[in-house]
């Protein structure tokens, strides 16, 4: 199970939730303290700006972000669960629990992932650079894409709530 929250509540989501595994998809500058029952080969700290164009003095999100991504979660053994968080858990981890969702259970389909997503997370505005790269990685044919845009803009919420997002539906 995938665990998505946002910064504020990683300490409270890990524990809670007896994870062995974090992600944390943060901008350049935002500290993150890894959750002592975290082990440093656990946890995964990718640096992006929540963006999905180009902007001077900012790092959009990209391939190498995503390959990362994907081979951080194709390491999971998935016998504890794994706490996905940004900085409000809202764009970049619910873009990144739907990419993992859709590589560890790759005949899910995209539409009712997506329909689960926003079941699950009412806020959830999966950032569109991430899907679309992963999208391509994945060779997905512009699936992921579409079923993202069909669930649209989530609530306005300055913090996602926390939500778990089981990967094979």
Not at 35 to 58: C, F, K, W, Y
């Amino acid at each position: 199970m995938i665990h998505v929250c946002s910064l504020a509540k990683l300490e409270e989501t890990v524990a809670r939730s007896g994870a062995e595994r974090v992600l944390s998809l943060l901008a350049a500058g935002t500290e993150v303290t890894r959750p002592t029952s975290i082990s440093r080969e656990n946890h995964l700290h990718l640096v992006m700006h929540d963006i999905a164009v180009a902007q001077d003095g900012m790092t959009m999100p990209g391939e190498d972000h995503v390959r990362n991504l994907l081979a951080f979660a194709r390491k999971w053994d998935r016998a504890k669960p794994m706490v996905v968080h940004c900085y409000a858990g809202i764009s970049r981890s619910t873009a990144s629990a739907y990419i993992i969702a859709a590589a560890l259970a790759p005949k899910r389909d995209e539409a009712e992932l997506a329909q689960t997503l926003r079941k699950l997370s009412p806020s959830a505005t999966p950032n569109p650079r991430l899907i679309a790269v992963a999208d391509t990685l994945l060779s997905r044919q512009g699936r992921m894409i579409e079923a993202i845009e069909a669930i649209g803009r989530g609530a306005d919420a300055f913090e996602g709530t926390p939500f778990v997002l089981k990967i094979d539906g």
